[in-house]
Structures are given as structure tokens and as C-alpha cells.
């Protein structure tokens, strides 16, 4: 007899839509190679084929070392379609760091872009499992390591007809690691059920303002954020459901980003304040059209300097707020009604919140007893979140995750305040917030002010140690591409906004540092961590 088809929440059904609505659409890597969505769907079909060639089962662990590419995107879906887990290691770690990583997540495949096959080469004999390694470019080659095969040559050789099953939509889909201040790098995972319902989420959350904002069928995306960090904050996923023009850059550099921006009318990317700082700062920014470009701003605040700049040049900007650990989206800075019409420091001061809770994310800000805080705009506490798309714990560290989930809210550890409408600012996070003399400094709030200084190109807030006070702020500033900055005018405008009782004249730093960069992770975001130990 026959029954219903219970429609588990799979990756694999994510690629119906596309084929119905858009097979002729393109997806595009660097000008190198273009196909449509009816020859991504078999390329998937080829790599499952492959993959299971090579002897992956369920449960196995394929891990990818690529820069942003179509063939990265085929590893998105086909990986966990077979019922295998897709680890995205952070080439930007270190090779000790990588090291851990491989051998933390149990890897048994590595698939390896030949620009890191000489760190491969560095760590392999410290790697514990026996794994097979596939070149991802063609002619790479590497006298230490053993080598299956080339990607491409393998997928050509597979058929395109892998029959994907159905199975548990609990079951483990990707891996990836997050680094923190202190210890090894933790492993957070999600499901096929957390990745499908995220997909919806964040595509419901794009499409409901009206006037801006908004990710369609007829936008063509490309992701600047690396897809190894947090699937390049999952939008690559409801972007292949909608069937849109995608552009896959590989490697970050300014000229090819403008480039391809320019020959294929990019209209939508998100990427981290610094890489747009970098794109903003190139002189190609004035010579390229950027009006129509929709850009989300997340892992780490957006200067009100900066989201200026970008409206000037005709830039829809916006920030995104989650992290790692949420897949990653929680909150969206978009404007409803009137806010679209209002003048541009008044939409700035909107764009640069942190944004309003999304479909399906239960969010509170809370006291260190666990109690709500009032939406008042002033009263600070921890953001706690649930959503059905949040990790369930940290590979193999239950004590973490438990840490993690207390109280059966997920801990964000920032520091937030929420208005009257209901929008979120995160004023530090908990590892960051500066306390002298018994009271929080906002270290974010000192980075917003000093944006907006003629001059200023970046700039980083931190607690150094203080006999007396036990912390105090201090600036490390960079100047902008051929300005000049001094510490006078640095800490002129913060006494002015003091003077204004705007910020408390405790917030005032002492200490202000011009310097050439500043240190960033591996992801882009300013390192504070470095900064400290330096400074302190």
C-alpha cells in the first residue's frame, strides 16, 4: 500500500526549485569557467559518483582546502548528500591549527586547491588517519604527499546519475572550526534539518522590507566572505535555490573583485568591514559603478565612516548579526517605512544597529540573572538566543556545548542594548568590554566616533592594564590612504562627543597610537586579542 512521502529536510531537495525555474541560469568562477544550474546538478552527480568511488561512505568526513569556487559550491551539496560530512577547513589558520582541525574532525578525504598542497605537504605525516587526497587544480603535484587524482579528471570520468538517498534530516552535514581567545579551536556542526530550515529563514528575512535590501531572482550574488566560514554565512545555499546568477571570485583580490563586479553587474555580496574597507580604499572605487550593489556587513561592528562612504557611492548597505556557532544569521539593520526616505545620517545610524531578530529566532538581551533587560536603549546585558538552526553543542566537547546552552538559551557572550523599536546594538563583546574603574567602557562606541574622523582609515579599541583603574581604552589608529591623522584630533573628537554628555568623560583615552595596520584573524575580523598583548 502506498504511503505519504514523509519530505525529509535533506540538502539534495534544495536543488529541485533551480531546475523547475531557472536551468539556464549561469554560475560563474573568475572568468575561468561557466556552466548552468542543469550542469551543476550533474557536476554534483559526478562528485558524489567520484567521492564514493574513492570509498566515502555515510559518515565519512571529506575535507575541503579551496579558495571561493564553483568547485567548492559542488562540495556544498554533494558531500553531504551522500551522507558524509563536509569539513571547510580555515586555510587561513595556522598549519598547527590546520594540523588539530584534520585530525579533530577525523578527516578521510582532504580535497586540496594546489596553492596548499605545500602546507598539506608540511603537516602530513602528523596527520593520525589515513587519508586519500584529490588535487583540485589541474597539473598539481607534489613529491611527499600520495595523490588520488584530479578533481576535475575524476568528476568527468563519474556518472552524473548518483542516485542520492534519502535518510535522517538529523543527520550531521558540515563541520567547521571556530577559534577564541584561548585553547584549541572547537568544532561547531549542523544537520541537513538546521541548514534547510536556515536557508528558508535567511531568504524570508532578505525579502521582506520593501524598498531595499532585498535578494530576488534577478540579483547576481557573489559571496566575499570565505566559503569555509560558516558556508559563507549560508547564503550560497538560498542562492542556488533561487536559481540566481552566482560569481564565485577565488581569490579576494581588489582588481579581480572590481572586475567581476563590473563585467557581470554583481548586485548582491556580504563580506566583514575590512574587506570592504579594502575595496572602499582602492582607487578602482571611484571608476567602477557600485550604485545598485546590496552589501550585508557582519563578524564585526560596521563604522558609521564606513557605511557612510558606501551610500555615497550608491551603495545598499546593511549589517547581519550571528556568529559561527548560529549558522549564522539572528538579526538584519534594515529599514521599514519612512527610514528608506531619511537623510543619510539618520539611515546610517539605523544601518549600523545591529538589527532586529529574523523569522523563527527567539531572542532576548538578559541580566547576569537570566532577566530580560528594558528596551530602553540604555540597559545592557547578554544576547541569548533559540532558533532552529543553532549548533546543538561543540564536536566532541560536550562540557563546551553545555556551557555553551545554559539555561537552554544559546550565549552569545556580547553585550547588547535594544530601543524602543526593537532594534539591537552591540555595544561590546564580553571578552572585550572594557572596565575602569568599576565601570564598562564601550570599546565598539569608541570605534564608531573615531570612524567618522577626516582621515581615519581604521581603527581598534582596547583595555590595556591600568594600575590605579585596573583597565583603561586606548586607540590604535590607521590613517587612510595618503591622509595624515594625529593623536590631537583623535582624542579632540572624543572629548567632543564627551563634552556634548553624549559619552562619559571616563570614556576618554589616554593613549592613542598611529600606526600602519592593524592585525586581523583569520577571518578578517581586527584582532584584539593580539592588540592586547601587545599594547598591554
Partial sequence: ?????????????????????????????????????????????RLGSALTGLGVKPGDTVAVLDWDSHRYLECFFA?????????????????????????????????????????????????????????????????????????EALVADADPDFPFEDFDEETRATTFYTTGTTGDPKGVFFSHRQIVLH????????????????????????PITPMFHVH???????????????????????????????????????CVPTILHMLLSHPRAESV????????????????????????LGIDIFTGYGMSETCPYLCSATLDGEKIDAVIDEQVAVRCKTGRPGPMVDLKVV????????????????????????????????EAGAELWRSGYLHTGDIAVVDEEGYLQITD???????????????????????????VGEVAAIGIPDEKWSERPMLIVVPAAGAEVTEEAVKASIQAYADRGVLSPWAVPERVEIVDAIEKTSVGKIDKKLLRQRYG
Fill in 199 to 222: 536557508t528558508l529563514g535567511i531568504m524570508l528575512a532578505l525579502n521582506w522590507t520593501a524598498r531595499h535590501a532585498r535578494f530576488h531572482r534577478d540579483d547576481v550574488y557573489m
Fill in 232 to 270: 559563507a554565512w549560508g547564503v550560497p545555499y538560498g542562492a542556488t535555490l533561487m536559481g540566481v546568477k552566482q560569481v564565485y571570485p577565488g581569490r579576494y583580490e581588489p582588481d579581480v573583485l572590481f572586475d567581476l563586479i563590473e563585467k557581470h553587474g554583481v548586485t548582491f555580496s556580504h
Fill in 429 to 455: 563583546r564580553l571578552k572585550d568590554v572594557i572596565k575602569s574603574g568599576g565601570e564598562w567602557i564601550s570599546s565598539l562606541e569608541l570605534e564608531n566616533i573615531v570612524s567618522q574622523v577626516e582621515g
Fill in 1 to 45: 500500500m502506498s504511503t505519504p512521502y514523509p519530505f525529509p529536510l535533506l540538502i539534495h531537495h534544495l536543488l529541485h526549485t533551480p531546475l523547475a525555474q531557472a536551468p539556464d541560469q549561469e554560475i560563474v568562477y573568475a572568468d575561468k569557467s561557466s556552466y548552468d544550474y542543469r550542469e551543476l546538478v550533474r557536476r554534483i552527480g
Fill in 79 to 151: 558531500i553531504p548528500m551522500i551522507g558524509a560530512v563536509l569539513h571547510t577547513v580555515n586555510v587561513r589558520l595556522s598549519p598547527e591549527q590546520i594540523l588539530y582541525t584534520i585530525n579533530h574532525a577525523e578527516d578521510d578525504v582532504l580535497l586540496v586547491h594546489g596553492d596548499f598542497l605545500p602546507l598539506v605537504e608540511a603537516i602530513a605525516d602528523r596527520i593520525e588517519r589515513d587519508v586519500k587526497i584529490v588535487a583540485l587544480t589541474e597539473g598539481a603535484a607534489s613529491e611527499k604527499l600520495s595523490i588520488e587524482g584530479e578533481y
Fill in 289 to 312: 559603478d557600485l550604485s545598485g550593489w546590496k552589501v550585508i556587513i557582519g563578524g564585526a561592528a560596521l563604522p558609521q565612516g564606513l557605511a557612510r562612504r558606501a551610500m555615497e
Fill in 367 to 398: 541580566d547576569p540573572e537570566g532577566r530580560e533587560v528594558p528596551h530602553d536603549g540604555t540597559s545592557a546585558g547578554e544576547i541569548v538566543v533559540r532558533s532552529p538552526w543553532l549548533t546543538q553543542g561543540y564536536f566532541k566537547n560536550p
